[in-house]
């Protein structure tokens, strides 16, 4: 995988196939670099690399508490389920 096709994948992953703008305003860049790094015509500056590896670490931070989070409510709403069930036999 080539540098280009790298910050295309890094830039879907976070912001979604309109990734461009919103990883401009992140890494403190004008679009037209983004577009340029996405399509190989320029490098992309080691710091931009820096900046994205430290976005990703918050983002994966952020999914991660929002697992357990999204894990409980699972249970809570399996077990009102399993108890609606229950309920629903006895009547």
């Given at each position: ?17 309109n990734w461009k703008g919103p990883m401009a305003e992140a ?65």
């Amino acid at each position: 995988m080539n540098e280009a096709e790298l910050v295309d994948e890094v830039g879907q992953a976070l912001w979604g196939p309109n990734w461009k703008g919103p990883m401009a305003e992140a890494v403190h860049h004008q679009k037209s670099a983004v577009a340029d790094w996405a399509n190989g015509r320029m490098p992309v500056p080691s710091g931009v690399w820096n900046e994205l590896k430290e976005i990703m670490r918050k983002r994966r931070h952020e999914l991660d508490r929002l697992a357990s989070r999204t894990q409980k409510a699972h249970d809570l709403a399996l077990a009102r389920t399993v108890e609606q069930t229950k309920r629903g036999r006895r009547g």
